[in-house]
Structure formats: C-alpha cells, structure tokens
C-alpha cells in the first residue's frame, strides 16, 4: 500500500509508548520534541464525542425526570368546580406575590423613620427664651411627666377612645371598619365629619411624619402603624398618643394640658374636664377652652355623646357632666412662635445631642415684635386678597443680615395644622430661582453691563418660552433679571456653565434641600424650601459672605452653665461669591423692586432688592428680598397644589413683604446695601392694586417706640464693660450667662 493510502492515525498511535517509536514521529514530522497535527486533532475529536455524549444523557434524564413528574402530578388533577377554585387560588398567589414585593417596596420609606432614636426624641426638656431673654415657650418633656395609662382616670380613656378610636383594642393598627363607617358617614353628610385614621395611625403621624396632606404621607403612616402594633402593647401606644399629641396653648400631651387649662394634675380631672380635653385632639386651635370656651364646652359635649353611642357609659353616668361643664383658668391669650419653637427643639436636639445635661435654657434669636408683625402681616394678606387670588397658605422667614432668624411663619394657623411649610415644605421657586445663575455669571466675569440675546433657544426636546412669548433680542444683564426672561438662564446653563455648576453654586449659598439635575432648572423646577431661599439670598446683603443662618443664640444648663455659644463655637462665615460679585448681583437685584416685576414690594425711604417667582399653573407665588438691615423670603400657595387665581410673585408676596419690612425698620439704623452706589429712594409710589378701594383694608402696622441709636449704642457699651468686670471677678473656670446685645439699633421696651 502507497504511503498516501495508510490510514492517518494508525502508526502515530501505535509507537506513542516507544522512546524509538516518539524519535522516528519526530523524525517523521521533521521536528524533534513537538506532537504531530494529526494527534491533536485526534484529542479534540474526543472532546467533542464526550461533550456530545454527556448532554445527550443529561437531555434523556432531564425528559425521563419531567415525565417522571408529571405522571406524579396527574394523580393531583381536578375538574369542574374543584379545577376553578384551584385556579382562582393559583392566580391568587401569584397577585399576592407580586403584592407583597410591592407593599415591600412602598414599605421601605417609612422603615426608615424607625432607625431614628424615637423613643428618646422628646428626652429634652428645653425653656426657649427670645432675643431679649423672655421666656417664649418650651419643648420636650417640661409641665409633666409621662403618667402610665393604670393611673389615669377611666372615663379619661374612655372620652379618648370613644372619641378618636373606639375599636382601638380590637384592630392591628388599621381599622378597615372604621374606616368604612366614616366613608358611609362622611357620603351622608356631604362632608367629611368623620376621619378613618385609627390611634395608632395618628401616633405614627405624630412620632415620625408631617402633617402634610399627600398619599406619599398616608402609606408611611399605615405601615409605622402596623409597626407600632408589632412592636408596642396597646398601653403603650395609648401613653405614647396621649404624651405626644398637641393640645393647643402651645402643651403637648394631656397632662401639660391639664395643668395649663385646668391648673391640676391630670389625675384628678372631672369627666367634664376629661371630655373637654379629649374633644381637643380633633382641633385644639377651635375647641382650645381659654380661646373659645363655648366652642371647647359644644364639643365636649360631642364627646360625652360618643361615650354613650359607644357604650362606655350610659346617659345617666353622663348628665351631671352635661349640666356642668367644665371651665378653665383665667390664661392671657398668648401666642408662642410655635412653628419657629418646632424648628429651634429640632436645632437644639442637633447641637446638643454631645451633651450630658439634657434639662436645656435655650437663647434663641426670634424678635417677637417682628415675629408678630410677619404673622399678621401673613394672616392680613390671606384675609384681604385670599379669596380673590384663591389661596389658602403662606409662609415666610425673616433672617437679619448676620444671620440671625428673627421671625418664622410656618402657615396660616399652626392649631389647624403643625406642618412647617417655611421648613419642610417643598415647592417650586419659579423665577426666583434665576438669581443663582446670574450669580454665578456674575463670579465668572460678567457683569451688569454684559449684553447677552434674548432669542429662541431648544435643549434638546424643550424650548423655553417668555411670560410674553415674545423675544428682546440683544439685552444687559441687569435687564434681563429685571425682566425675568427665560431663554437667558437657560442659554447660559446650556452654552456657558452647565447644570453641575448651578447645582454647586446654589448649594454653596445654603440651599440644602438636594436639587434635582434637569436642564428645566435653570427656570426653578426643582422644589426648595421657603427657609432655603431666605438663606441663600442673604448671601448677597454680606457681600457674598456665607449667611449663617442660625436660630439658637446659646444654650445653658439650669446652673447657668453656657454649654454652647453661637458667637463662641460657630465658624466663621466662608466666602461664597468673590466681593465683585456679590456688588454686582446687588446692583442688578435692587433694580427689580422699581423697574422690574417686584414694584409692590418696594419698601418706603428704604432701598430694597429681590426677585419675584411664579410657578406653571400660577400654583406657588414668591418673592425674596433684601435690605441693608434684613432678608425675606414670602411664598403664597395651597397645600394641594391647586391653581391659584393668577396670583404672581410680584403681587401678594410682594405686598406682604412690604408690609413686614415697613414695620421692621422703624426706629432703626437704616444699613445700605454693598455695592449699591444710588441713593436711597424718598418715597415710593404705591402701585394701583385691584382692592385698593378695599374699606376693610386694614392700616399699616406701627413699630412701639424704642430707645434712640445713641442711648442703644450706649446701654451696649455698658454692658460689654460689666461683662468685662464680671469675667475679671468671677472664679476661674466659672462661665458667665452672658446676654445677646441687641445688633439692630433698638432695645425692646
């Protein structure tokens, strides 16, 4: 046979186990050391005859095992009625898996809540005073301590329960019952006079949530209260409801409330007492007795008729109670700033957590003249023009450029509703948010004379239009913010800075709520906080300073002890804008109150700057601004983001504001404003305003007198000495309660 027709493997295979055989292979191959092709080729094929073997076999045991099975499974086959029920059930489980992957889902949000020390939140028992050193209030645990449930009076529990949840032993924290007879009740009246929130659901409201109306706010208060349950008894929760609840006069908790109205402890109340107290939880600002106590007596009234509907008692046990209702002691009504004092125990709770001594004298910086003078001014705006303009809320924050937070208005009645909308509330900005952008131009070399174009621009699927949808073509920078038109922000972002640089530039003004990265935010789409703007803003007043947005002055212990001082442990202000910016953002911004869109909120003889804001849909209204002396931020607006009536930043914020600052600076030593060269204004003209004629109008509030500059400048000068004197005589190691000196250029009276 020729060497051509041999086979191919045949004689390599043969010698492989020969040293003489492995020398001719190599011989053969014509190299010495390395395997022939053909061998090679030999493995592979035998690799694949196994990959090939071994997934066949796994292929017939994986069809012998699946009918192994389903001849099993056929034993289990059902028909008829049995098969639909099975079929019912298996779709069950299916929807109840994907379910509870949801529930798990919407339920992470509010487990959150729990991580924090809730248990311990209200170990603080702080004494606020203001500016001037007057008790204003207090917060934590302060008239009385938490009393058990077993030593309270019966008909006390039972008034609450029969008022707020009479199945509250009965359900898991959820009462589907009760929730379906106060929808059946509620679709009788026509109104809602019924809630379906059980106790432990209001709890759950007010140990870890807002008071804001919004579904996100409902599903973490239905899941905490099935935590609560899971991990209270019902005693528990019940004490818990009853210590944490507000119940009007600025008490929290039934016993503080006892002691307030009633001058007793909460022991030792009446069932008339205990009906009036247990009517509060409803609405403590309209059945608070030493306020309306007609009104407090009617609705105890309510609540003995529910201990009878409820079968907690009979109508005999009950009517001595109706013949004699109670009555409470003589209390000056005495408004406490109450949405600033929730925020100032929240900032105490912050500093002090460090501390040992948690028995607290807190310093604040609230004035509460002008703190009165924003509430009215808030409550007059919504009074006058609230039903014309169809808003329901404000909010404003009153910062004295320092940093100092001199009045706070949290919304428009804090006993209808303790939800802060001045610090937790998020609403869009609207045009006020442009200011950050100009700042930052301003910081990378424009200036007020900068002339930029006014003309169409798209960022991808969007092109932004003006309020006139019309264009100005070339524009100053200073023109173009007095204007506020849009495509400019927009351009800048777009073809200058980008939106990274925005977002950095307006949290190193002190915005802290986290700003959404959209190319739309240029125009203020991202939600801030009323508290956020007034920060921000106050940067520009200190030249570009940051603000130092403070409300604790300093804290001490019972002893005396100064623990913290503001002016001591503070750092010192960082520089956010270069100095030419910041002179440059005040001569565009101060144009705006008299030749821009904020005319109404030009302060008399006063030299006042700002921006106005106006959200899509007219839904939210602001206007922040400044003065040498002071900054604002006011927004108007509903809680269920409804429109309002065309109401703009310019209008109702605008005036309000005007109002605020008319009163605050009387009296005082007028500051300019950096950077702004013309001279103050003698008089500003009143702009025409559609209820000018309006008789009810009320007149503009009027500072109290206060002492001279000279005599203020004087008094302080006194007391640095006697402070320097005292601090000479006193022991070393001893601190001294120092008083805040007034920085404003007046003294309360």
Same mark, same amino acid.
């Given at each position: 046979?020729?060497?051509?027709?041999?086979?191919?493997?045949?004689?390599?295979?043969?010698?492989?186990?020969?040293?003489?055989?492995?020398?001719?292979?190599?011989?053969?191959?014509?190299?010495?050391?390395?395997?022939?092709?053909?061998?090679?080729?030999?493995?592979?094929?035998?690799?694949?005859?196994?990959?090939?073997?071994?997934?066949?076999?796994?292929?017939?045991?994986?069809?012998?095992?699946?009918?192994?099975?389903?001849?099993?499974?056929?034993?289990?086959?059902? =028909?008829?009625?049995?098969?639909?029920?099975?079929?019912?059930?298996?779709?069950?489980?299916?929807?109840?898996?994907?379910?509870?992957?949801?529930?798990?889902?919407?339920?992470?949000?509010?487990?959150?809540?729990?991580?924090?020390?809730?248990?311990?939140?209200?170990?603080?028992?702080?004494?606020?005073?203001?500016?001037?050193?007057?008790?204003?209030?207090?917060?934590?645990?302060?008239?009385?301590?938490?009393?058990?449930?077993?030593?309270?009076?019966?008909?006390?529990?039972?008034?609450?329960?029969?008022?707020?949840?009479?199945?509250?032993?009965?359900?898991?924290?959820?009462?589907?019952?009760?929730?379906?007879?106060?929808?059946?009740?509620?679709?009788?009246?026509?109104?809602?006079?019924?809630?379906?929130?059980?106790?432990?659901?209001?709890?759950?409201?007010?140990?870890?949530?807002?008071?804001?109306?919004?579904?996100?706010?409902?599903?973490?208060?239905?899941?905490?209260?099935?935590?609560?349950?899971?991990?209270?008894?019902?005693?528990?929760?019940?004490?818990?409801?009853?210590?944490?609840?507000?119940?009007?006069?600025?008490?929290?908790?039934?016993?503080?409330?006892?002691?307030?109205?009633?001058?007793?402890?909460?022991?030792?109340?009446?069932?008339?007492?205990?009906?009036?107290?247990?009517?509060?939880?409803?609405?403590?600002?309209?059945?608070?007795?030493?306020?309306?106590?007609?009104?407090?007596?009617?609705?105890?009234?309510?609540?003995?008729?529910?201990?009878?509907?409820?079968?907690?008692?009979?109508?005999?046990?009950?009517?001595?109670?109706?013949?004699?209702?109670?009555?409470?002691?003589?209390?000056?009504?005495?408004?406490?700033?109450?949405?600033?004092?929730?925020?100032?125990?929240?900032?105490?709770?912050?500093?002090?957590?460090?501390?040992?001594?948690?028995?607290?004298?807190?310093?604040?910086?609230?004035?509460?003249?002008?703190?009165?003078?924003?509430?009215?001014?808030?409550?007059?705006?919504? =009074?006058?023009?609230?039903?014309?303009?169809?808003?329901?809320?404000?909010?404003?924050?009153?910062?004295?450029?320092?940093?100092?937070?001199?009045?706070?208005?949290?919304?428009?009645?804090?006993?209808?509703?303790?939800?802060?909308?001045?610090?937790?509330?998020?609403?869009?900005?609207?045009?006020?948010?442009?200011?950050?952008?100009?700042?930052?131009?301003?910081?990378?070399?424009?200036?007020?004379?900068?002339?930029?174009?006014?003309?169409?621009?798209?960022?991808?699927?969007?092109?932004?239009?003006?309020?006139?949808?019309?264009?100005?073509?070339?524009?100053?920078?200073?023109?173009?913010?007095?204007?506020?038109?849009?495509?400019?922000?927009?351009?800048?972002?777009?073809?200058?800075?980008?939106?990274?640089?925005?977002?950095?530039?307006?949290?190193?003004?002190?915005?802290?709520?986290?700003?959404?990265?959209?190319?739309?935010?240029?125009?203020?789409?991202?939600?801030?906080?009323?508290?956020?703007?007034?920060?921000?803003?106050?940067?520009?007043?200190?030249?570009?300073?940051?603000?130092?947005?403070?409300?604790?002055?300093?804290?001490?212990?019972?002893?005396?002890?100064?623990?913290?001082?503001?002016?001591?442990?503070?750092?010192?202000?960082?520089?956010?804008?270069?100095?030419?910016?910041? =002179?440059?953002?005040?001569?565009?911004?101060?144009?705006?109150?008299?030749?821009?869109?904020? =005319?109404?909120?030009?302060?008399?003889?006063?030299?006042?700057?700002?921006?106005?804001?106006?959200?899509?849909?007219?839904?939210?209204?602001?206007?922040?601004?400044?003065?040498?002396?002071?900054?604002?931020?006011?927004?108007?607006?509903?809680?269920?983001?409804?429109?309002?009536?065309?109401?703009?930043?310019?209008?109702?914020?605008?005036?309000?504001?005007?109002?605020?600052?008319?009163?605050?600076?009387?009296?005082?030593?007028?500051?300019?404003?950096?950077?702004?060269?013309?001279?103050?204004?003698?008089?500003?003209?009143?702009?025409?305003?559609?209820?000018?004629?309006?008789?009810?109008?009320?007149?503009?509030?009027?500072?109290?007198?206060?002492?001279?500059?000279?005599?203020?400048?004087?008094?302080?000068?006194?007391?640095?000495?006697?402070?320097?004197?005292?601090?000479?005589?006193?022991?070393?190691?001893?601190?001294?309660?120092?008083?805040?000196?007034?920085?404003?250029?007046?003294?309360?009276?």
């Amino acid at each position: 046979m020729a060497d051509s027709d041999k086979p191919d493997d045949l004689e390599p295979v043969e010698r492989l186990d020969g040293a003489d055989g492995n020398d001719r292979l190599a011989m053969a191959s014509g190299t010495k050391g390395e395997k022939p092709p053909k061998l090679k080729r030999h493995i592979f094929l035998k690799i694949d005859s196994w990959l090939d073997s071994t997934l066949w076999n796994a292929g017939y045991d994986l069809v012998e095992t699946w009918e192994e099975i389903t001849i099993f499974f056929r034993r289990f086959r059902v =028909r008829g009625l049995k098969k639909l029920g099975f079929e019912i059930a298996g779709e069950a489980m299916t929807l109840g898996t994907a379910g509870m992957v949801v529930l798990l889902a919407l339920a992470q949000p509010a487990f959150e809540e729990t991580k924090k020390d809730w248990r311990n939140h209200d170990n603080f028992a702080v004494t606020f005073l203001d500016r001037y050193g007057n008790t204003i209030g207090h917060r934590g645990i302060i008239h009385e301590n938490s009393v058990p449930v077993d030593e309270l009076p019966d008909h006390l529990v039972k008034a609450v329960l029969a008022t707020e949840d009479r199945r509250f032993f009965e359900h898991f924290g959820i009462d589907f019952f009760g929730l379906a007879r106060a929808m059946s009740e509620n679709a009788k009246a026509g109104e809602v006079v019924q809630g379906g929130s059980t106790l432990t659901q209001q709890l759950a409201k007010n140990l870890f949530l807002t008071n804001e109306r919004s579904i996100e706010r409902k599903i973490k208060e239905a899941f905490l209260a099935l935590w609560l349950e899971a991990n209270l008894s019902k005693q528990e929760i019940l004490s818990l409801y009853l210590d944490r609840a507000y119940m009007g006069g600025g008490t929290f908790g039934a016993a503080a409330a006892s002691q307030f109205y009633f001058g007793k402890n909460i022991t030792e109340v009446t069932l008339a007492e205990a009906a009036m107290l247990a009517g509060l939880f409803k609405a403590p600002a309209k059945y608070a007795p030493h306020v309306n106590l007609p009104a407090a007596r009617a609705r105890a009234n309510d609540v003995l008729t529910n201990m009878v509907q409820s079968g907690l008692m009979t109508e005999g046990q009950v009517v001595a109670a109706r013949r004699n209702p109670a009555s409470v002691i003589d209390r000056d009504e005495k408004d406490a700033p109450d949405f600033f004092l929730d925020w100032a125990f929240e900032e105490v709770q912050r500093i002090a957590a460090r501390f040992k001594d948690h028995t607290l004298v807190v310093r604040t910086t609230i004035d509460l003249g002008l703190q009165q003078a924003a509430e009215e001014a808030v409550a007059s705006s919504l =009074r006058e023009y609230g039903e014309s303009y169809n808003v329901k809320q404000g909010a404003l924050v009153m910062i004295e450029n320092g940093g100092a937070v001199r009045a706070m208005v949290g919304g428009r009645d804090y006993g209808e509703s303790q939800f802060n909308r001045a610090t937790r509330a998020l609403r869009q900005p609207g045009s006020s948010f442009k200011v950050y952008t100009f700042a930052l131009a301003m910081e990378n070399g424009y200036t007020p004379e900068t002339v930029v174009v006014d003309a169409p621009v798209a960022w991808g699927n969007w092109s932004p239009q003006n309020y006139g949808r019309s264009f100005s073509g070339r524009v100053t920078m200073e023109t173009a913010l007095a204007k506020s038109i849009n495509t400019i922000p927009v351009r800048l972002a777009k073809e200058k800075f980008g939106i990274d640089a925005i977002i950095q530039t307006t949290k190193a003004m002190g915005v802290e709520t986290p700003i959404k990265k959209d190319v739309t935010i240029p125009l203020g789409t991202s939600e801030v906080t009323v508290m956020d703007q007034a920060t921000a803003y106050a940067v520009l007043p200190a030249g570009g300073n940051a603000s130092r947005r403070h409300g604790i002055a300093q804290i001490m212990n019972y002893a005396g002890d100064v623990l913290y001082d503001f002016d001591r442990d503070a750092p010192p202000p960082e520089r956010i804008l270069s100095e030419q910016a910041a =002179r440059s953002m005040n001569q565009m911004m101060s144009k705006i109150p008299y030749i821009g869109t904020a =005319r109404r909120a030009a302060v008399d003889g006063i030299l006042t700057a700002g921006k106005t804001g106006t959200t899509q849909a007219y839904r939210d209204a602001w206007f922040v601004g400044y003065t040498g002396n002071y900054t604002a931020a006011v927004w108007f607006g509903n809680d269920d983001y409804t429109s309002t009536n065309n109401m703009t930043g310019g209008s109702l914020p605008a005036m309000t504001f005007k109002k605020l600052m008319d009163y605050a600076h009387q009296g005082i030593d007028i500051k300019p404003i950096i950077g702004v060269d013309q001279p103050m204004p003698e008089k500003v003209a009143k702009p025409e305003v559609a209820d000018a004629a309006n008789p009810d109008a009320l007149p503009p509030m009027v500072r109290p007198r206060s002492l001279s500059s000279q005599s203020t400048r004087l008094i302080r000068d006194l007391a640095a000495r006697l402070k320097a004197a005292d601090a000479l005589m006193a022991p070393t190691g001893t601190a001294q309660v120092v008083r805040e000196p007034d920085t404003t250029g007046s003294t309360k009276r």
